[in-house]
């Protein structure tokens, strides 16, 4: 049921926010085989043995890539632009035409399952 919501969400969405949260879902799917797709909060998220580990939402002026524990993670690109002052999680927001680049996205990504699959 959730891929299809999933699908179903960035179906409705405006062209530009569609493909962002495309992008980044392939990429979380591109280094995590094993992810699991959720729906919380009205938005799709990822988790890995059942642990939340990202999210991707889209509001009128900017798509959002949120790391629940994104704080924890190196980000030598500086990607994250968002949640900065959260203890935990850390978000990438991204207005009309921005882009992140696709190998530190997926490297984030990467890690941030690396570190939910090592989590007690």
């Avoid at 530009?16 to 495309?22: A, E, F, S």
Wanted: hydrophobic fraction near 45%; charge should be neutral; proline fraction near 5%.
């Amino acid at each position: 049921m959730s891929a299809a919501q999933i699908d179903a969400f960035i179906a409705a969405l405006p062209e530009w926010q569609g493909r962002n949260l495309t992008r980044f879902r392939t990429a979380v799917h591109s280094v995590a085989p094993a992810v699991e797709e959720g729906w919380k909060w009205g938005v799709p998220v990822f988790l890995i043995n059942g642990r939340l580990v990202c999210a991707a939402s889209a509001f009128a002026a900017h798509t959002k890539y949120n790391f629940f524990n994104g704080a924890a993670l190196a980000d030598p690109d500086h990607l994250f632009n968002s949640g900065l002052e959260s203890k935990k999680s850390r978000s990438i927001n991204l207005a009309h035409g921005e882009s992140v680049d696709a190998g530190p996205l997926t490297g984030l990504i990467g890690e941030a399952f690396s570190a939910a699959q090592g989590a007690p």
